[in-house]
C-alpha cells in the first residue's frame, strides 16, 4: 500500500484543526451547561426541602415527600433541557420537545411496570383512602401502614413482619381501612339455660357492658336473642369501641369477664352444650359382657364362635 500523499496528510491536519477548534468554541457553553446543571440541581434540591416542609403542615409526611421529589425532578429536568439548548444552539426547543416525547414513549414500554406503580402512587396520595398508621387490610395482608412512597406501600404486620405491596396491586384491590371511623362494632355470643328469664338476662348483659371502660356509649351496646341453640339461648352482646386493634382486644375481654361476672351474680346459668349419647348395640354387649356376642375392631357385634 502506498503512503499516503501531502494532499492527504493536509486533509487530516485541517480535520484536527478543525475538531480542535470547534471543541475550543464549543468549550464556554460547555461549562456553562454544566453550571447551569449544577445551579439547577441546588434550586430543585431547594425546592424540594421547602415545598417538603410546607406540605407536611397540610398533608400526611408520605404525601409531602413524594410531592416535593417529583416537583424536584421536574424541576431538573426542565434544566436539563435549557443546558442542552444552551451547549448545541442549532438544536430547536420544538425538536427536544419531539425527542423527549420519543424517549418517554420509549421509556414507558420498557419501564411499565415501574412507571404503573408511581402513577398509582401518586394516585393514592391524592385520593388518600388511608394514610401512615391506618391499620388496613389489602390483599389478604392485614397490618398498620408505615409508607406510601413512589413504588410501593410499606405495612407492618400485627406480628412485626414487614409488608411490601406494589402501589398498582393496592390501587387495583379492594382496601378495608380499620382506623377510617372513629368507632368499630364487636360482638360475642352468651348462651344462657332455657329456663332463664331472657328479658333479665338481656338487660344484665346489655348493662354490663355500660360499665366496661372503653365501650362507646353511643351507639348504645345492645344484648339480643340470636337463635336457639341446642342447650342454650345463645345472645348475641354488641358494642362500639376503638377501631385499633389492640385497644379493641382489651375491651373485648374487659367485656366478655364483666359480662360472666354479672350472670354469675344475678344467677343466670350458662350451662354446657347438652350432648346426647345414643347406645349402639356394640356399646351394650359390652357393657352386659355377653359371651353369645362378640364386639368387632370395627366397633360391630357378630356371634360368638363356638369352640
Same mark, same amino acid.
Given at each position: 500500500?502506498?503512503?499516503?500523499?501531502?494532499?492527504?496528510?493536509?486533509?487530516?491536519?485541517?480535520?484536527?484543526?478543525?475538531?480542535?477548534?470547534?471543541?475550543?468554541?464549543?468549550?464556554?457553553?460547555?461549562?456553562?451547561?454544566? /453550571?447551569?446543571?449544577?445551579?439547577?440541581?441546588?434550586?430543585?434540591?431547594?425546592?424540594?426541602?421547602?415545598? /417538603?416542609?410546607?406540605?407536611?403542615?397540610?398533608?400526611?409526611?408520605?404525601?409531602?415527600?413524594?410531592?416535593?421529589?417529583?416537583?424536584?425532578?421536574?424541576?431538573?429536568?426542565?434544566?436539563?433541557?435549557?443546558?442542552?439548548?444552551?451547549?448545541?444552539?442549532?438544536?430547536?426547543?420544538?425538536?427536544?420537545?419531539?425527542?423527549?416525547?420519543?424517549?418517554?414513549?420509549?421509556?414507558?414500554?420498557?419501564? +411499565?411496570?415501574?412507571?404503573?406503580?408511581?402513577?398509582?402512587?401518586?394516585?393514592?396520595?391524592?385520593?388518600?383512602?388511608?394514610?401512615?398508621?391506618? +391499620?388496613?387490610?389489602?390483599?389478604?395482608?392485614?397490618?398498620?401502614?408505615?409508607?406510601?412512597?413512589?413504588?410501593?406501600?410499606?405495612?407492618?404486620?400485627?406480628?412485626?413482619?414487614?409488608?411490601?405491596?406494589?402501589?398498582?396491586?393496592?390501587?387495583?384491590?379492594?382496601?378495608?381501612?380499620?382506623?377510617?371511623?372513629?368507632?368499630?362494632?364487636?360482638?360475642?355470643?352468651?348462651?344462657?339455660?332455657?329456663?332463664?328469664?331472657?328479658?333479665?338476662?338481656?338487660?344484665?348483659?346489655?348493662?354490663?357492658?355500660?360499665?366496661?371502660?372503653?365501650?362507646?356509649?353511643?351507639?348504645?351496646?345492645?344484648?339480643?336473642?340470636?337463635?336457639?341453640?341446642?342447650?342454650?339461648?345463645?345472645?348475641?352482646?354488641?358494642?362500639?369501641?376503638?377501631?385499633?386493634?389492640?385497644?379493641?382486644?382489651?375491651?373485648?375481654?374487659?367485656?366478655?369477664?364483666?359480662?360472666?361476672?354479672?350472670?354469675?351474680? /344475678?344467677?343466670?346459668?350458662?350451662?354446657?352444650?347438652?350432648?346426647?349419647?345414643?347406645?349402639?348395640?356394640?356399646?351394650?354387649?359390652?357393657?352386659?359382657?355377653?359371651?353369645?356376642?362378640?364386639?368387632?375392631?370395627?366397633?360391630?357385634?357378630?356371634?360368638?364362635?363356638?369352640?
Amino acid at each position: 500500500t502506498a503512503p499516503p500523499g501531502p494532499d492527504a496528510d493536509e486533509e487530516i491536519a485541517e480535520s484536527a484543526q478543525s475538531l480542535w477548534q470547534s471543541t475550543l468554541e464549543a468549550a464556554p457553553r460547555v461549562w456553562a451547561a454544566i /453550571a447551569i446543571i449544577a445551579v439547577g440541581w441546588l434550586l430543585s434540591r431547594m425546592l424540594r426541602w421547602a415545598l /417538603a416542609r410546607h406540605l407536611r403542615r397540610r398533608r400526611n409526611h408520605s404525601f409531602a415527600t413524594v410531592m416535593s421529589k417529583v416537583a424536584g425532578w421536574v424541576l431538573l429536568a426542565v434544566v436539563v433541557l435549557i443546558a442542552v439548548a444552551v451547549t448545541f444552539p442549532s438544536v430547536k426547543p420544538v425538536d427536544l420537545l419531539a425527542g423527549l416525547g420519543v424517549f418517554s414513549l420509549a421509556i414507558g414500554f420498557a419501564f +411499565q411496570d415501574i412507571l404503573e406503580n408511581t402513577l398509582s402512587g401518586v394516585l393514592l396520595l391524592f385520593r388518600q383512602p388511608f394514610r401512615s398508621g391506618d +391499620q388496613n387490610q389489602v390483599m389478604e395482608r392485614v397490618g398498620t401502614v408505615e409508607e406510601i412512597n413512589i413504588r410501593e406501600t410499606r405495612m407492618t404486620t400485627f406480628d412485626g413482619e414487614l409488608v411490601v405491596v406494589p402501589n398498582r396491586d393496592v390501587y387495583k384491590n379492594v382496601i378495608i381501612v380499620f382506623t377510617h371511623n372513629d368507632l368499630r362494632r364487636q360482638d360475642f355470643v352468651v348462651g344462657i339455660a332455657f329456663e332463664s328469664d331472657v328479658d333479665e338476662a338481656t338487660e344484665v348483659v346489655s348493662s354490663a357492658l355500660t360499665e366496661v371502660a372503653g365501650v362507646a356509649s353511643d351507639p348504645a351496646p345492645t344484648a339480643l336473642i340470636d337463635e336457639l341453640g341446642t342447650s342454650t339461648v345463645d345472645l348475641r352482646a354488641s358494642f362500639w369501641s376503638s377501631p385499633r386493634r389492640f385497644d379493641a382486644l382489651l375491651v373485648r375481654d374487659a367485656a366478655i369477664k364483666h359480662v360472666k361476672r354479672r350472670l354469675d351474680e /344475678a344467677e343466670i346459668e350458662m350451662p354446657s352444650e347438652i350432648v346426647v349419647l345414643q347406645a349402639a348395640p356394640s356399646l351394650q354387649a359390652a357393657i352386659r359382657n355377653d359371651p353369645d356376642l362378640t364386639v368387632t375392631p370395627g366397633g360391630g357385634v357378630r356371634p360368638t364362635e363356638a369352640r
